[in-house]
């Protein structure tokens, strides 16, 4: 089963045919857990969300970015990741899952400014869905960790009123301190200077708490960025933990939180431990 799961999951995360996708989805509908679809943060047609309600009271509310190298790789929608919902409403949290603008349609600002929306828009609304605008994580993996991490640790994407509102970044895979080496990446940051790319560069140990989780087989985003990133909060003073699982790639760790494959590595289990020990 687990390599069942990998194969399937493996083809919709590279962009082939998602029958995996439609598989993990499938098993995920069978959870007691409501969903409340097409919420409109912004005005662009793709400025949309969809919310995952945990059976009783939220305990926190978790922002998942997907990924997909900001567009520049295949992207499915926010209605593609049901399994992370699931995984996560299990646990007792609240799950808001964004689409967003992508390359190459919009450079990186206005990526960066559709997800500055979705961190608004969470604060002013979701009482209204039963959560608490404090208790709030933010969570991506790879370019959607680079999303979530820069929303956290960069100070101008967000005014001080909703930065204190987060309470932690779970970063899985996340590109930290990485190179401009595709043509992609240099038009998608051409806009900014190399630092200016870079969330290792905004590091001054009064970040949120971070969580870093990463496999040691990724052969997509490099072992430099998490250990880079790691090295910036300590030096800083900063409140990190990193974790990386042996055998796991840049698929696995987000497969991880599907049910066939979540009991093979204990992902779920770091990113849950880590939420209650900071959401207050």
Not at 32 to 61: F, H, M, R
Not at 81 to 95: C, E, H, N
Request: proline share 6%.
């Amino acid at each position: 089963m687990k390599y069942l799961v990998i194969l399937i999951l493996s083809q919709f995360l590279t962009g082939c045919a998602n029958p995996g996708l439609t598989f993990v989805n499938s098993i995920a509908l069978f959870d007691n857990y409501d969903l409340v679809s097409n919420l409109k943060y912004g005005e662009n047609q793709s400025n949309q969300l969809d919310i995952y309600q945990p059976a009783g009271s939220p305990k926190a509310t978790v922002i998942f970015f997907y990924g997909g190298c900001w567009g520049a790789c295949t992207v499915y929608g926010r209605e593609e990741y049901r399994f992370v919902g699931q995984a996560l409403t299990q646990q007792g949290y609240q799950v808001v899952v964004p689409d967003y603008r992508l390359y190459p349609d919009v450079l990186f600002p206005e990526i960066m400014q559709d997800s500055a929306k979705v961190i608004a828009w969470v604060n002013e609304n979701i009482a209204q869905y039963g959560g608490t605008p404090e208790k709030v994580f933010l969570m991506g993996h790879s370019a959607g960790g680079h999303i979530a991490a820069m929303l956290t640790v960069n100070e101008t994407y967000l005014p001080s009123e909703l930065r204190q509102a987060i309470k932690g970044f779970i970063g899985l895979a996340a590109p930290y301190d990485f190179i401009l080496d595709k043509p992609y990446l240099v038009k998608l940051f051409s806009d900014l200077n190399y630092i200016e790319s870079q969330p290792v560069h905004y590091i001054d140990g009064n970040e949120p708490p971070l969580l870093l989780l990463y496999g040691n087989e990724d052969r997509t985003v490099y072992p430099r960025n998490i250990i880079n990133m790691t090295r910036a909060v300590e030096s800083q003073g900063g409140r990190v933990e990193a974790h990386t699982f042996d055998g796991v790639d840049h698929v696995d760790i987000l497969a991880a939180l599907s049910i066939p494959y979540r009991g093979s590595y204990p992902v779920m289990q770091a990113i849950a431990a880590f939420i209650e020990k900071h959401r207050g």
